[in-house]
Every structure is written in structure tokens, then in C-alpha cells.
């Protein structure tokens, strides 16, 4: 995790970033059920590097942790001016770490490191001003955990991107939790045309999801229905905390 744009802040700022920071980092573990006190973590100012084993939770890292850490710093934002928003990128990658003298050792390291410093997540931030968080997964936790069908997310709520920083260079998945992709987004974060694992199809990938057509009843044209219907409406109350993961909420009429 890297918060955006720290150097340019404030001395006070700065602090206050490395006071709340931990503090969301470890509230979105809580709620994603994990402890990030049994992780071996390498703090650097507005920089965590974070080692916990592999131990079956993988998906839960990818999928309910990043989603509480959106939530996180959204709420965390939504006190604060623009000017005062903490945004994050963030990486996952997964290898074989060494405890050194002064932190950790292996090639892992040093490829989060370079994914973390990838031109498409300031990317992807700068194009999506809304944003909080910008994600990378490696090309291995990407198709061991999503394309494997792990996590409640699929290959499309990802686009893949080519990363080339210093003497490394990857194939790694970009995802900017909560955002949708504008027409222009793909040629700020470096898109390239890529080949959809799940469907074979080549397409250009757009940031955070694709523009989707739906039929309009005029003649069978293929657009966007702005058109709202309400004459049958349902509504569902519910109270208290409800777990809804991995759960579809649809809106609309019984008339379609």
C-alpha cells in the first residue's frame, strides 16, 4: 500500500497519514475477518509492505479485504475536503519472502515494489478523480484466485496491463473498486488489447467495467434505456447487519 501524492503535503498531513493509515488497513482486515497482527509488516512513512503466509485465504485478501479497505476510506474521506482525501494504491503478488536484516529479501519484494510503482494505478487514480483505491493483482494471484473462480469477482471487473518498471516487466490486472470506466479511461492507464481469459474474445478492456447495450422496445435498436417504469414496485426492508456477500441486488420493474 502506497497512500497518493503524500510528498506533497503538509508536515502535519504527513503525520496525520501515518497515524490513520494502520488504523484503516487494520479496521478493513477486522471486518474482512482477518488479523493483520499475525502479518510480518514493513512500515516506510506513507508505505506498508505487508508478508503473511499462504494459508488458504487468499481469496478473502483479494476479495473481502480490498472491498473493506474501499469502504474504509470512503467513509474516511467523506469527513474531509477534497484536498484532505486519502487515496491508495495498492498490490497483491505472492512468492517466497525472506526475513533480512532490514526488512525482507527475494525477487516477491522486489516485484510488489515495481507493480506498486506502475504508471497505470497513478494512472487509473488521475482518471478517476472519484476514486479512493486502485488495485493491482499479479498476473499469478490473478489467475490462481479470480480466473480460478475463488472470489466473488470475475475476470471482467479487471483489465490487464503491461507493466514495465526498470529491468521488470509483467503482465498484472488493474481494478479500481467502485468506479465505472469512462470512454477515455483505457488510454490513461496503458490498456492493451488483450484477450479475455473467461470468453476467448479480443477486445480493448476498459479500466473499471464496460460500457453494457441493452434492447429498447423502438424497433430493437441496440442503447442505454433511460426510461423508468413504476408501476410495480417491491421493497425489502431490512434491519440490523446483513452479510450480503456474494449476493445480486436487482432493481426494476415486473415489466422489465
Do not use: C
Request: hydrophobic share 40%.
Amino acid at each position: 500500500m502506497d497512500a497518493q501524492a503524500y510528498g506533497r503535503e503538509s508536515d502535519r498531513r504527513q503525520s496525520e497519514i501515518q497515524h490513520d493509515l494502520p488504523r484503516l488497513l487494520d479496521r478493513a482486515a477486522r471486518g474482512a475477518g482477518m488479523d493483520r497482527a499475525e502479518w510480518q509488516i514493513q512500515r516506510k512513512g506513507d508505505e506498508q509492505l505487508a508478508v503473511r503466509p499462504l494459508d488458504g485465504t487468499e481469496p478473502r485478501l483479494v476479495d473481502d479485504y480490498v472491498r473493506h479497505l474501499a469502504a474504509e476510506l470512503r467513509r474516511y474521506n467523506a469527513q474531509r475536503v477534497p484536498e484532505a482525501r486519502m487515496r491508495l494504491r495498492a498490490v497483491i503478488h505472492q512468492g517466497l519472502v525472506e526475513l533480512a536484516e532490514n526488512g525482507f529479501a527475494g525477487s516477491a519484494v522486489v516485484a510488489t515494489a515495481r507493480l506498486l510503482n506502475a504508471h497505470q494505478l497513478y494512472g487509473a487514480l488521475a482518471a478517476h478523480s472519484g476514486a479512493d483505491l486502485a488495485l493491482l493483482l499479479s498476473d499469478d494471484v490473478f489467475r490462481s484466485v479470480v480466473a480460478g473462480g475463488h472470489t466473488t469477482l470475475t475476470t471482467d471487473d479487471f483489465t490487464r496491463v503491461t507493466v514495465q518498471v526498470k529491468e521488470y516487466e509483467a503482465t498484472a490486472w488493474l481494478r479500481v473498486p467502485g468506479a465505472g470506466a469512462s470512454p477515455a479511461a483505457s488510454s490513461e492507464y496503458d490498456v492493451e488489447e488483450t484477450r479475455r481469459p473467461a470468453t476467448g474474445e479480443v477486445s480493448r478492456e476498459k479500466a473499471a467495467g464496460r460500457e453494457s447495450a441493452v434492447e429498447t422496445e423502438a424497433g430493437g435498436a441496440r442503447g442505454i434505456s433511460h426510461e423508468y417504469r413504476s408501476g410495480n414496485v417491491n421493497v425489502t426492508h431490512m434491519y440490523g447487519s446483513v452479510d450480503a456477500r456474494g449476493a445480486v441486488f436487482g432493481f426494476g420493474s415486473a415489466g422489465g
